[in-house]
């Protein structure tokens, strides 16, 4: 068994910005990011948003926006988040309005927000009219499951937050990270001779389902970007997993989520899953699960998910 995953993330407390950034790293050191963050969540976590203090109160509905709001140290604008917003540990303490393709309206409206920031994956589209019928601003970044993304959130983010020109650093520090880890893929890659990438079957089990990913998914971009294939190529987006698919396959290697192994109860179980024992990664039990926002959020920190992936598949 080979199951990897990415750093656990630190409690939070006085070091907390410091334990956020190094979560967003592994490819370069802090000096690159301004000065001025320096201060710790905590000193803002004391103040409200509000008409009062004249902060904007958001609503973040996806997991890799949350992220970005903390690390612009605006957190304490949040007066709620997703169920997809675990990271960091702190943002699972914010009021929740429910899964980001399944959101609650009620608990939306109740918490009078000034701004909603998502992605379009959010749903269901009855909630969505609800809310812009309530004349609530839905602002969502258009997913292409393309690095990207990710700087679309960030300038969104320091739009939302008025935190503009720290948006812009946090952008070219993700930038400079993102290319450096596109360049060990490159330098793997050429190290190969060319060699085609291992064989890759991604498996997510969140919900009622196992399903597999095949095209225009984020796990088949998080595994182009690691010089992988997707062995469920024939397919677009995500379908339910069944025996014969698996096998058809020949997956060297399963990459799951850990969402996914604990929802199943731990990785005996994983392997019981429809085929899996039947094929080359299942005989060697050849697995790696990963945070699942970590790896398919598309947020701060994909490049330092992509670059545990490519070094586990290596
Ligand atoms: C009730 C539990 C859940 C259900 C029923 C569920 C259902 C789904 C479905 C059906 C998709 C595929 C969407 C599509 O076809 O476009 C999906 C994707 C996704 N879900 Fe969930 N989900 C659940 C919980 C979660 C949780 C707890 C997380 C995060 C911690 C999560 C993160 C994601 C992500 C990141 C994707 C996109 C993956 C990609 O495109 O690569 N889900 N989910």
Sequence with gaps: MNRRSPAPFGPEGGTHRRRLL????GLGGLATLP??????????AAASPGEASGEPRLVSI???LTEVV?????????VGTDTTSTHPAAASQTPKVGYLRQLSAEGLL???PHAVLGTDEAGPPAVLAQLRQAGVPLQLVSVKHRFEDLIEKVKLAGEATRRQSAAQALSADLRK???ATQQQVARRHAAASGNTGPRVLFIMAHGPAAMLAGTDTGAHAMLSYAGAHNAMTQVQGWRALNAESAVQARP???VTTQESVSALGGLPTFWQLPGLALTPAGRQQRVLSFDTMALLGFGPRMPAALQELQQGLS
């Design 177 to 179: 990270r993102w290319q």
């Design 252 to 254: 060297d290697w399963i």
């Design 35 to 44: 000065k001025s963050w320096g201060a710790t969540g905590q000193a803002f």
């Design 70 to 78: 903390y690390l612009l140290e605006a957190q304490h604008m949040l």
């Design 110 to 112: 109740s918490l009078k």
């Design 62 to 64: 996806h997991g890799s």
């Design 22 to 25: 190094q979560a967003i790293g």
